[in-house]
């Protein structure tokens, strides 16, 4: 068993119309100091066996091609091996 | 009558239900998402649309809106208030109502002509229908999917506020086909579908959608 | 990072200038530098390089585009005519309507979703600046084969941009098309149209007079999105290689527009705007050189006061930046702190960028460091103009020739294949429901929506008191117009002005989309200049005058052009949309008529095309004096109440249109192919100047009589009838579309077959 | 300066259409052995200045009120000082 965790932010010159909402309602709530927010999407894979080279390949494919936009986001992904 | 329509950024179906109102009858008060006033009325609709852009969670962000406070304070006095769609949204991130709207199923946005059954009649915006009465208002939205544990789900069934359920298709995978709910004392109501859209033969499916409307003139009459 | 200044440019003079990675031509940049009598600043060359793409020049367009002013019907209906961001028409009761289409295409094939909601929130803020609310959008839409794979990611992605950005921005979405042709898989276009209204005494202009008065830009900050976007997405055909070379897209946020929308019209009603300015394509370089270039000449901008989202970027790459939803008013010195509140009110942030000037220059300053010093005309309207050489294709007689014969392509006969070709043509991706699209559209919100899809035409109520609105479609048939551009783009006109007569709606005016291949191919110059003479010719003739539009040019891939694709748009005023006429009849017993001549006309059309894989031939016919006289005659019928239904007859013939009127009533009818034409030429034809009308009977006399007074042929086909099933032998309750003793359909097969297809391809 | 990360995801009983629809998807393109994925979201906030003890449970209000809805969502919240 291995935990997948696939990160998909904008890309940082990319507009976030999300991540400016929500730094207004934390000013409005009263938290100050906040320079920027930026929301992004959380993929959490549960996989069956091993994750091998090739296996760890086709999901970094997956990710850059399915999970996120190339044209707009970037990802990161991290395998959390035995669970 | 003065009912009143909440304005926050990004409402959209304030103008729409200012009609209704005043098709129904009453007098519709514009009210400011950023003014602590309810302006005296005598009941509150939270409408339609995409407060704050729908962004972070439908109606999150609109839930500390100054005005809020005052609408929350006032139907826990037992101020008729009504949410359509994100108003539902609203009213559920505010917790004046159990539940939570989610995502649809399907994961399209979804209008249609949409059937349903009114389950209780006793609320101060269901009172002019008859139980079990089929109505068919427009349907439209993204995240309409009324989630809820079991426990709440069957509390709601107990007490009958389940106001409205979903006939023919479950448009967005609601829990139980539910469409709308009330709060335990019948003031508050939360209904995804837009009764306001179904006043006028001219643009609506129906004019099925007026008796919300005149429900709670009814109330106020009565009360 | 050093700044390139006007006094480095004269320092400097033969230092090298990128100008063609820009898009600019070596003669195309000589003019630059003999206007300013120096080498541009990198900056000006920037704002020069934007402002002089085809996208925002209409270079290889504007001397064929004249015709629509050189040919402009008599009118007084034309408040604001082209020219402006879009035109504006009397619809009277003191009351003007404004309406546009532009397209968005190559952005979103590079990104569908974005591309598309982008191209919304711009028509939108074309229709804002010229003081009026926005009342509703459409969204004409062409793709690639609906079975491919890339037709797969991008209509979905498209369809739920369009939603995504109108639904949120609070406009109810009233028509479009949806058309599938090969030609269009490397292309789609995405075409998108507004339409607002306003009192007659609220019309804005973009123009920036009044020296002194002060340029405010506001809305959302400026960041790096879509750099060199006007030039590259818009302008130059891909270089279909990869990921590493898409440029920057622009991220639309419809939340902000709606902000935009309401604190816009809040400002101009209080009037405290003299004059007033989208930002689309070119940003700040477009909307700075307008407004001075249509206003007193001069300008002065302080650029580094601009709010942006990203500190690092450069002067040159600010005045470039394509971020949505920015405005930018012209607001003389004591409205300032009244409009700065209104617009704070609505959480949007506004800075006063620069100054009217009465010196005849655009000047721009970056932080006390002069950028740009420019005629701000030859920015923005003395651009290069071409005589694109063009030529009538090669090919072009050998396609007229290949007609679609009964001897070349076989047709059905027998009732049993007629039946059975009803069935597949109303399941074919260009003719089958479109409500899997259309559902993710919202079109009830602002309550004023009289018809919408599948109706023949957008109809919004605009006043409720009087119940004045207007309808409008959109039409263009890409295979008409590939087999003769000048007849095929009068047939989508025609279309277009039939639609809206169906309605009940009286035509008034014209907006285009001009979706072609490159201006620099003679074949494809001659389609367009073909098209822009056919459609100016024929508003001419109907009276109707086009008040704006857009090219969009480069839409093929290799060597292969998309058809020819000029969408029309055509808008038509109901004095109250009370008496609209809808596709649907109503009950038992009213009389179905086709209006006009049903001939052998199939190429081009949607037989042809489903089931042969043909195009060749001569497109139908078209008779513009026919199409005035039917759309009276339909206008008439519905003042005087006699008409209970409509639909014209275009794409699939009548079979399809009784079937759409069937399935919308929900009831069935009785109808009968007459004597005089062989019933598959009576179904399939797709002869112009059509329509099927339902009367009722106590109207039939008062109908006919119309008709034959006026000489409009009208032919009784059909009767309503919703109690067939029994007769013909189905359980009692089920609806059935019966012809002669021919065949029968269930009304319950046909709606299987017209709406399984698009749920089947893309849900 | 701080980077604040809060991660919020639906609660496992709540349904998670996105997240079922990307396990098909994964399936459809030949990555076979998933179990399970959820889709969440994730919130990356940079502020100025300290983060406190008073500040951090100020943060864990708003993002237990804010960024999460308690009924159908449940967060970690991860501060990372110093960038
Ligand atoms: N095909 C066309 N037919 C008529 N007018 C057109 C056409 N294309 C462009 N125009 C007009 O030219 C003017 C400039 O167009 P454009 O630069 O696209 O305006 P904007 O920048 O406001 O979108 C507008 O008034 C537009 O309506
Ligand atoms: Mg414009």
């Known amino acids: 068993m291995a935990r997948v965790v696939v990160d998909v932010m904008l890309k940082p010159e990319i507009l976030d119309p999300q991540g400016r909402a929500v730094q207004g309602a934390l000013g409005r709530l009263g938290f100050t100091g906040v320079t920027d927010v930026r929301q992004g999407k959380q993929f959490v894979i549960e996989v069956e066996g091993e994750i091998t080279d090739e296996r760890r390949e086709q999901l970094h494919v997956i990710a850059g091609e399915l999970l996120c936009n190339p044209v707009i986001e970037d990802f990161i992904l991290i395998v959390e091996e035995d669970q | 009558m003065r009912i009143g329509v909440v304005t926050f950024p990004g409402s959209l179906d304030d103008r729409d239900a200012a009609r209704a109102v005043r098709l129904a009858g009453g007098e519709a008060v514009a009210l400011w998402h950023g003014d602590a006033d309810l302006k005296k009325v005598d009941a509150v609709i939270l409408p339609g649309g995409f407060s704050y852009g729908d962004y972070l969670r439908c109606g999150a962000i609109s839930r500390f809106a100054p005005v809020m406070a005052e609408v929350v304070a006032a139907a826990n006095g037992g101020l008729p208030v009504l949410g359509i769609c994100n108003g539902f949204q609203i009213l559920c991130e505010s917790h004046l109502l159990p539940g939570a709207l989610t995502r649809n199923e399907h994961m399209h946005f979804i209008c249609r002509d949409q059937k349903l059954r009114i389950e209780d009649n006793t609320s101060a915006w269901t009172n002019s229908y008859d139980a079990g009465q089929e109505i068919v208002v427009p349907l439209k939205n993204g995240e309409g999917c009324f989630v809820a544990d079991t426990a709440v789900l069957d509390e709601l069934e107990g007490e009958s506020r389940v106001i409205a359920r979903y006939l023919d298709v479950n448009p967005n995978g609601s829990l139980r086909d539910i469409a709308g709910i009330r709060n335990k004392r019948g003031n508050v109501v939360g209904l995804m579908p837009h009764p306001e859209h179904a006043v006028e033969e001219l643009t609506g499916p129906t004019i099925d959608g007026l008796g919300f409307f005149t429900s709670v003139l009814n109330s106020m009459v009565n009360s | 990072?050093?700044?390139?200044?006007?006094?480095?440019?004269?320092?400097?003079?033969?230092?090298?200038?990128?100008?063609?990675?820009?898009?600019?031509?070596?003669?195309?940049?000589?003019?630059?530098?003999?206007?300013?009598?120096?080498?541009?600043?990198s900056s000006?060359?920037?704002?020069?390089?934007?402002?002089?793409?085809?996208?925002?020049?209409?270079?290889?367009?504007?001397?064929?585009?004249?015709?629509?002013?050189?040919?402009?019907?008599?009118?007084?209906?034309?408040?604001?005519?082209?020219?402006?961001?879009?035109g504006v028409v009397d619809i009277g009761e003191g009351w003007a309507v404004t309406f546009k289409v532009e397209s968005h295409n190559h952005p979103s094939y590079v990104e569908p979703y974005q591309g598309a909601a982008t191209g919304v929130g711009g028509i939108v803020r074309d229709i804002i600046s010229m003081g009026a609310r926005p009342l509703a959008v459409m969204d004409p839409l062409r793709f690639g084969p609906?079975?491919?794979?890339?037709?797969?990611?991008?209509?979905?992605?498209?369809?739920?941009?369009?939603?995504?950005?109108?639904?949120?921005?609070?406009?109810?979405?009233?028509?479009?098309?949806?058309?599938?042709?090969?030609?269009?898989?490397?292309?789609?276009?995405?075409?998108?149209?507004?339409?607002?209204?306003?009192?007659?005494?609220?019309?804005?202009?973009?123009?920036?007079?009044?020296?002194?008065?002060?340029?405010?830009?506001?809305?959302?900050?400026?960041?790096?999105?879509?750099?060199?976007?006007?030039?590259?997405?818009?302008?130059?055909?891909?270089?279909?290689?990869?990921?590493?070379?898409?440029?920057?897209?622009?991220?639309?946020?419809?939340?902000?527009?709606?902000?935009?929308?309401?604190?816009?019209?809040?400002?101009?009603?209080?009037?405290?705007?003299?004059?007033?300015?989208?930002?689309?394509?070119?940003?700040?370089?477009?909307?700075?050189?307008?407004?001075?270039?249509?206003?007193?000449?001069?300008?002065?901008?302080?650029?580094?006061?601009?709010?942006?989202?990203?500190?690092?970027?450069?002067?040159?790459?600010?005045?470039?930046?394509?971020?949505?939803?920015?405005?930018?008013?012209?607001?003389?010195?004591?409205?300032?702190?009244?409009?700065?509140?209104?617009?704070?009110?609505?959480?949007?942030?506004?800075?006063?960028?620069?100054?009217?000037?009465?010196?005849?220059?655009?000047?721009?300053?970056?932080?006390?460091?002069?950028?740009?010093?420019?005629?701000?005309?030859?920015?923005?309207?003395?651009?290069?103009?071409?005589?694109?050489?063009?030529?009538r294709p090669s090919w072009q007689d050998a396609l007229q020739a290949d007609a679609p014969t009964a001897d070349r392509l076989a047709r059905p006969t027998t009732a049993d294949d007629i039946r059975a070709t009803v069935l597949n043509m109303i399941g074919a991706p260009n003719l089958a429901s479109k409500a899997w699209i259309t559902d993710q559209y919202d079109r009830y919100v602002l309550g004023n929506t009289v018809l919408s899809q599948p109706e023949d035409v957008g109809m919004v109520r605009i006043d409720e008191e009087s119940g004045l609105g207007v309808a409008i479609s959109t039409d263009c048939n890409g295979r008409f117009t590939k087999l003769d551009p000048y007849t095929g783009t009068q047939l989508a006109l025609a279309e277009s002005y039939r639609?809206?007569?169906?309605?009940?709606?009286?035509?008034?005016?014209?907006?285009?989309?001009?979706?072609?291949?490159?201006?620099?191919?003679?074949?494809?110059?001659?389609?367009?200049?073909?098209a822009t003479r056919g459609l100016a010719d024929g508003c001419l003739q109907l009276g109707i005058p086009v008040t704006g539009g857009n090219v969009s040019f480069y839409n093929q891939t290799g060597d292969t052009a998309i058809l020819p694709t000029p969408v029309v748009g055509v808008l038509g005023v109901i004095d109250d949309v009370d008496r609209r006429t809808p596709i649907a009849w109503n009950e038992d017993g009213e009389l179905i008529y086709i209006l006009g001549d049903t001939n052998d006309e199939f190429a081009g059309g949607e037989w042809a095309n489903h089931v042969h894989k043909h195009l060749g031939g001569m497109p139908p016919k078209v008779d513009l004096e026919r199409e005035r006289l039917l759309g009276e005659v339909l206008v008439a019928g519905s003042r005087d109440g006699m008409l209970s239904a409509a639909h014209d007859v275009s794409d699939g013939g009548i079979a399809q249109v009784l079937v759409e009127m069937a399935l919308h009533a929900g009831s069935g009818a009785r109808c009968w192919i007459p004597d005089n034409i062989d019933p598959f030429t009576f179904l399939f034809s797709e002869s112009a100047g059509r329509a099927v009308v339902?009367?009722?009977?106590?109207?039939?006399?008062?109908?006919?009589?119309?008709?034959?007074?006026?000489?409009?042929?009208?032919?009784?086909?059909?009767?309503?009838?919703?109690?067939?099933?029994?007769?013909?032998?189905?359980?009692a309750g089920t609806q059935v579309l019966q012809f002669n003793d021919w065949f029968t359909l269930t009304l319950d097969e046909l709606h299987e077959a017209h709406t399984k297809t698009l749920p089947a391809l893309f849900a």
Chains 1, 4 share one sequence.
């Open chain 3, 499 to 530: 639609n809206v007569c169906a309605s009940g709606a009286i035509p008034l005016a014209v907006t285009n989309c001009l979706n072609f291949g490159s201006p620099e191919d003679p074949d494809v110059m001659w389609q367009f200049a073909e």
């Open chain 3, 44 to 86: 000006e060359l920037a704002m020069y390089s934007v402002m002089w793409s085809e996208h925002c020049s209409y270079k290889s367009s504007k001397v064929h585009l004249k015709q629509f002013g050189d040919k402009k019907p008599e009118t007084d209906k034309l408040l604001v005519g082209i020219g402006e961001n879009a």
């Open chain 3, 694 to 731: 339902v009367v009722a009977r106590t109207e039939e006399l008062r109908f006919t009589e119309m008709c034959a007074a006026r000489q409009l042929p009208a032919q009784r086909v059909g009767v309503v009838d919703s109690g067939l099933g029994p007769d013909a032998g189905y359980p």
């Open chain 3, 146 to 391: 609906a079975d491919a794979a890339d037709t797969r990611r991008v209509l979905p992605g498209v369809v739920s941009g369009i939603g995504g950005y109108g639904n949120c921005l609070g406009l109810p979405n009233i028509g479009g098309e949806i058309v599938f042709d090969d030609t269009y898989l490397g292309n789609p276009l995405v075409n998108a149209l507004c339409v607002g209204a306003m009192r007659h005494d609220e019309i804005h202009l973009a123009s920036a007079k009044g020296v002194g008065n002060l340029v405010v830009l506001y809305g959302a900050r400026t960041g790096g999105d879509g750099i060199g976007g006007v030039s590259v997405l818009a302008s130059e055909t891909f270089d279909a290689d990869g990921p590493a070379k898409r440029p920057s897209v622009q991220v639309g946020d419809p939340f902000m527009e709606k902000l935009l929308i309401e604190a816009t019209l809040e400002v101009l009603h209080a009037g405290l705007v003299e004059g007033i300015q989208d930002l689309g394509g070119a940003g700040i370089s477009c909307a700075t050189s307008e407004l001075a270039s249509n206003g007193d000449g001069g300008m002065h901008v302080w650029l580094d006061r601009v709010l942006l989202r990203d500190a690092t970027l450069s002067p040159e790459e600010i005045l470039m930046s394509e971020s949505q939803e920015r405005m930018c008013a012209v607001v003389a010195p004591e409205n300032v702190d009244a409009f700065m509140a209104i617009i704070k009110k609505w959480d949007v942030e506004a800075v006063v960028i620069g100054e009217v000037t009465d010196s005849g220059h655009l000047t721009v300053d970056w932080h006390g460091e002069r950028i740009v010093d420019v005629p701000p005309r030859t920015v923005a309207h003395e651009g290069p103009i071409y005589e694109r050489p063009y030529a």
């Open chain 3, 1 to 41: 990072m050093s700044i390139d200044t006007v006094s480095k440019a004269e320092e400097t003079p033969d230092q090298a200038q990128p100008f063609a990675e820009l898009g600019l031509k070596p003669d195309e940049y000589e003019r630059i530098r003999e206007i300013l009598g120096r080498r541009p600043t």
